[in-house]
């Protein structure tokens, strides 16, 4: 089967750096994606990793290693409208497939 | 502006009754997905579709239905056999297998299903 981890909710300081792990579980392995929801909103694209390694934009960085299965999303300079929930997303097949999501992470950034 | 439209953003049904979502899409997407999100969870797959006139089942497909007939419509019906059909539904559509584009779905802003 397939499974994505994440913890449930995390808790920051406005201007501080925050990391939110993800591990994973699937039949195969096309890429590993974030996304960003607010409440009563729609899911937003962030970052997107296939390859090893960190990709940077902006505040926003991910980062994968596919050897353990882990990735994770850094948020640097917390800002309040960061509060949201943060999903990881794997596609588990080539071509235009759908994304596995995990359950999600609840940020509250506090003063 | 490109983007996905989703309608009606509320929506109350009678138990028994089918119910139609609509979502358009202006992207000239080819791949569009039904995901259902409950409280605190995540986003589980109803169905999708890659191309025109075809579609697949995705984890939770039993009570829904959909069709393909145009590029720019993936229509939702949620059928009375549908148990809880109270949720936020999210329709979302990707540019195809160009490279990343697979992995960035673009979302519409939801329809929430209320069965009183």
């Known amino acids: 089967g397939q499974s994505l981890e994440q913890p449930s909710e995390v808790t920051a300081v406005e201007g501080a750096i925050v990391q939110i792990n993800c591990t994973y579980q699937?039949?195969?392995?096309?890429?590993l994606s974030w996304y960003q929801q607010h409440d009563g909103g729609a899911p937003t694209f962030l970052s997107y990793n296939a390859l090893d390694g960190l990709e940077e934009t902006g505040r926003f960085s991910s980062f994968l290693s596919r050897s353990d299965s882990y990735g994770y999303l850094l948020l640097q300079e917390l800002q309040m409208k960061d509060s949201a929930s943060y999903f990881c997303a794997v596609r588990e097949n080539s071509g235009n497939t759908p994304l596995v999501f995990g359950k999600g992470t609840r940020l509250s950034v506090i003063a | 502006d490109g983007g996905i439209t989703q309608s009606p953003k509320y929506l109350f049904r009678k138990e028994g009754q089918n119910v139609t979502l609509s979502c358009e899409q202006n992207?000239?997407?080819?791949?569009m997905y039904w995901y259902r999100q409950d409280p605190g969870q995540g986003l589980r797959l109803i169905y999708y579709?890659?191309?025109?006139?075809?579609?697949q089942k995705g984890d939770i497909a039993e009570g829904y239905s959909v069709s393909r007939e145009k590029k720019e419509s993936f229509p939702l019906t949620v059928t009375s056999a549908q148990k809880n059909p109270t949720a936020f539904y999210l329709c979302?559509?990707?540019?195809?297998?160009?490279?990343?584009?697979?992995?960035?779905?673009?979302f519409g802003a939801g329809s929430r299903l209320t069965v009183l």
């Open positions: 699937t039949s195969g392995f096309y890429g």
């Open positions: 979302a559509s990707s540019d195809g297998d160009r490279g990343s584009g697979a992995n960035v779905l673009t």
């Open positions: 579709s890659q191309i025109v006139n075809d579609f």
């Open positions: 992207l000239n997407h080819d791949a």
